[in-house]
């Protein structure tokens, strides 16, 4: 019995036009995402495709130098034609010092953040013995 009334109360709430116009919405959202995801993929494809096309120009232009005798691979990356491959990038003259030149690791702690303290021994504050 409750649940033929239940079932009752929920007919007399539904309205099968909001119900319609969500399921419309629903669908409208998913065909949506669909477009935006197939052209997100045919543009990650593109991309793909093209890396996949320069990658076979440069093994073909590597062998073209290797049937010329100009040596098969270099091992210089392209990246990396711009600066002389014998001399290794300037370093920086501004570097910070790892330590203090006066620190000693056998001078002990210096300083009041080294320093060990003991707490007290007992004390009823705590709930510990006597």
């Known amino acids: 019995m409750k649940r033929k009334r239940d079932e009752d109360i929920y007919a007399k709430k539904y309205d099968a ?4 116009s969500r399921q419309e919405a629903m669908e409208a959202a998913r065909r949506r995402m ?5 052209g997100a993929a ?3 494809q593109s ?3 093209e890396k996949e096309m320069v990658k076979r120009q440069e093994k073909i ?3 073209e130098k290797h049937t010329q005798g100009l040596g098969y691979r270099s091992k210089i990356k392209k990246n990396d034609e711009k600066a002389s491959p014998s001399q290794p990038p300037p370093k920086s003259t501004k570097s910070k010092p790892l330590r203090n030149n006066d ?3 056998l001078a002990g702690a210096a300083g009041p953040a080294c320093q060990i303290t003991f707490g007290r021994r007992g ?3 705590r709930g510990g013995g006597g």
């Not at 036009?17 to 319609?20: K, V, Y």
């Open 17 to 20: 036009g909001t119900a319609q």
């Open 34 to 38: 669909q477009e935006e995801h197939a």
């Open 42 to 44: 045919a543009a990650w």
């Open 47 to 49: 991309q793909q495709a």
């Open 61 to 63: 232009e590597d062998w």
């Open 103 to 105: 620190y000693s690791p």
């Open 123 to 125: 004390g009823g504050s």
